[in-house]
């Protein structure tokens, strides 16, 4: 009942609540989150949904319904979690070049240079002709949901880490399904699977570590790749993979 709702319509978006604010300048229309706090999205945007928050900050952002043209960026949080409403179909994509800012280039249709989780029981579609499906530059967990990505680059990208505990996956990548590395700490940049249902189609590798890969359940099929599972270890300790 807290949370502040944006009803998403191009140069009609209104926001319902504090911490959010819609801008629409030159033809580009920019969702802007700034606080702490729960977000329900809903409508359609050709624009950006921006998070720049205090650095201790924790976001939800809900989407109910929502349909997103030039993605999430997560400019600056402590941690944002993207929740899925129940029975809701949400679709994010990116057609054309993406921006960059003078610390980094956003190169994902989701790019968070925080620790970014996705949960909920919804269903979120996400394509790009030109970049990598989920990005983010520190931990990258996937609780639950139903998730569909179609890249040129990488499906999912975790700098530090990717982990995933349930859900059902559909990967189809121009480059790795699954991708963690970190090449500026070496306990960093792995792959840990708990459960879910993982299916994947990759022109290079279907599960990439710089570090160490760990399964200890779910169901992963990889049905084309270069490489399907690739670590400096990798510890099967359960699950089912084809």
């Known amino acids: 009942s807290k949370a502040t709702k944006i009803k998403l319509s191009d ?12 801008s629409s300048e030159n033809g580009v229309n920019t969702v802007t989150i700034t606080k702490e706090g729960t977000y ?9 949904v921006v998070v720049d928050t205090d650095k201790t ?3 939800q952002i809900v989407l109910k319904g929502a349909t997103v043209s030039a993605a999430i960026y997560v400019k600056q949080a402590d941690k944002v979690f993207l929740t899925l409403a129940p029975n809701s179909e949400n679709t994010l994509t990116e057609t054309g070049e993406f921006a960059s800012d003078n610390s980094s280039t956003v190169d994902g249709v989701i790019f968070s240079k925080d620790d970014l989780s996705i949960n909920g029981t919804g269903l979120l579609k996400i394509s790009t002709e030109s970049g990598h499906g989920v ?3 520190d931990d990258l967990v996937i609780a639950s949901g139903t998730i569909e990505i179609k890249s040129s680059g990488h499906g999912l990208q975790g700098k530090d880490s990717v982990r995933i505990a349930g859900g059902t996956i559909t990967i189809n990548s121009s480059n790795d399904g699954i991708h963690s590395e970190n090449k500026d700490d070496s306990k960093l940049g792995f792959v840990y699977i708990k459960g879910g249902t993982i299916k994947i189609t990759a022109a290079d590798d279907g599960i990439h570590s710089g570090n160490n ?4 359940g779910g169901t992963i099929t990889v049905t084309e790749s270069s490489e399907g599972i690739e670590g400096q270890s990798i510890d099967i300790n359960g699950g089912k993979i084809d």
């Open 135 to 137: 990005v983010s530059k």
């Open 11 to 22: 140069s009609k978006t209104t926001v319902s609540g504090d911490g959010a604010k819609f």
């Open 57 to 59: 900050a924790k976001v």
């Open 213 to 216: 890969v760990t399964i200890d």
């Open 40 to 48: 329900i999205l809903s409508g359609k945007l050709n624009g950006q």
